[in-house]
């Protein structure tokens, strides 16, 4: 089975202040992992994701993210937040090596920027 | 591309009474995935389809979901009959291939049951 969490279910950060929202996963095998945000009244947008290659992934407005396989973590992370960046982020799984093919979603994190 | 187009973005319904709910992936897409959004569950998959074939519903909470895909481009996600319970946010995905892909989101149906 496939799992994620997501140990925070907010997090408060100064504007201007880096960022890291916590994620870490669970599989049998070796994992896709992926980033999505959500603005209210809005579906989930992708922002990134992990495959293969380098442990440092860079996806859209500037957000990046850290795979540690062993810490099985991926971690999304951001030099300098913005007002803007508020928002709930997802982060999500799936096994490749599974018989699974949907992403597993974990319980979401909301970030909130203060100006 | 319009993305993936969920119908209606709102629906108000009485307890009991049938609710259909839609969705049309974005073309050339073979799988898609119906999410539900409550705040106490957070998102859950209902039931997924490759290639217009129901793979895995057992994320569907009872006999009163029922899920079908008729064609490459349309899908529905019917409950009958409807319960509060069922109030919650639901959104259709699609992906072009299962595996490396991300999923593309639609902007979801927020479904209130009174």
């Known amino acids: 089975a496939q799992s994620v969490a997501q140990p925070e279910d907010q ?11 916590k994620c870490t996963y669970s599989v049998s095998g070796n994992p896709y ?3 999505y945000v959500q603005y ?4 989930l947008q992708f922002l990134l994701k992990y495959i293969t290659g380098d442990n440092l992934v860079k996806g859209s407005y500037g957000f990046e993210a850290e795979f540690n396989k062993s810490q099985t973590s991926f971690h999304l992370k951001k030099p300098s937040a913005l007002v803007s960046d508020s928002a709930l982020y997802f982060c999500a799984v799936r096994d490749l090596s599974g018989s699974a093919r949907q992403l597993t979603f974990g319980s979401g994190t909301q970030l909130t920027v203060l100006p | 591309d319009a993305g993936v187009i969920q119908s209606p973005r709102h629906e108000v319904t009485e307890m009991g009474q049938e609710v259909t709910l839609r ?12 999410y539900r959004q409550t ?4 998102l ?9 074939v129901p793979i895995d519903d057992s994320g569907m909470p009872e006999d009163r979901f029922s899920a079908k895909m008729p064609n490459a481009s349309f899908s529905t996600l019917k409950i009958q009959p409807s319960e509060p319970r069922d109030s919650a946010v639901y959104f259709c995905a ?4 299962t595996g490396a892909v991300e999923a593309f989101f639609g902007q979801g149906t927020r479904l209130t049951v009174v």
């Open chain 1, 40 to 43: 209210p009244n809005r579906g």
């Open chain 2, 39 to 42: 705040m106490m569950r957070g």
């Open chain 2, 94 to 97: 699609s992906s072009p291939r």
């Open chain 1, 11 to 21: 997090v408060n950060v100064a504007e201007g202040n880096p960022l890291t929202v």
């Open chain 2, 44 to 52: 859950e998959l209902l039931i997924y389809f490759n290639n217009n």
């Open chain 1, 33 to 35: 992992l992926f980033w």
């Open chain 2, 23 to 34: 969705c049309k992936p974005i073309s050339g897409h073979n799988s898609l995935f119906w």
